[in-house]
Every structure is written in structure tokens, then in C-alpha cells.
């Protein structure tokens, strides 16, 4: 089972980028896939989670900015972030809440002007 993440990049200060994460996983649609983030010399933080019912949790740092959507067909987890702040700058990773699979390598996102 693989987690493969994409759409990173470097964007300016209120940008948008919308992220994607593909999981070969068979029961992906009963799960509850997260994006997470890790900014340089910090931890890694929950950033948003979705559930089977696509009832979405995020963050306090981007509720209102930030949108998780999934895909069961697809077996994909989209994140759009907008009205994005040089305090976005991280590494996002995708995975499972409660079910966690082996951390794929990411995607970088850099807002900076």
C-alpha cells in the first residue's frame, strides 16, 4: 500500500494550491485519511481529516481557508488550501487517522513572496 502526495510548489502569500494524495488501499472509502504537515525544526501537526461520511475536522491555524474532499472511487484525498500565509510553509503528507500506513515522501509547499 503505497501514499503517493502532489501538488506542492511555491506560491505567494494568499495563493491557492490544491494538493492530492492517492492510497492503494482496499477499504480506503470506510477510512479516515488526514493531511499533515511539518515545517522545518517542528513537529508534525494534524492539518485536516475527513471521515467515511465526508463529515470534515481541521486545524484551528486553517479552518475557513483550507478544504478536505475525498474521492472513494478514486481512492483519493484532495486538500485546497487557500489565503495561504508564509506560516503554511511545510512539508504535507497524507495518511490515515486511527489506521496509519507507512509515511509516503510528501509534498513541499512554500509561500513566500
Known amino acids: 500500500v503505497q501514499l503517493v502526495e502532489s501538488g506542492g510548489g511555491l506560491v505567494q502569500p494568499g495563493g491557492s494550491l490544491r494538493l492530492s494524495c492517492a492510497a492503494s488501499r482496499r477499504d480506503f472509502s470506510i477510512r479516515t485519511p488526514a493531511w499533515y504537515r511539518q515545517a522545518p525544526g517542528k513537529q508534525r501537526e494534524l492539518v485536516a481529516s475527513?471521515?467515511?461520511?465526508?463529515?470534515?475536522n481541521y486545524a484551528d491555524s486553517v479552518k475557513g481557508r483550507f478544504t478536505i474532499s475525498r474521492d472513494n472511487a478514486k481512492k483519493v484525498v484532495y486538500l485546497q488550501m487557500n489565503s495561504l500565509k508564509p506560516e503554511d510553509t511545510a512539508v504535507y503528507y497524507c495518511n490515515f487517522a486511527n489506521s496509519p500506513l507507512q509515511w509516503g515522501q510528501g509534498t513541499q509547499v512554500t509561500v513566500s513572496s
Open positions: 475527513i471521515r467515511p461520511g465526508g463529515g470534515p
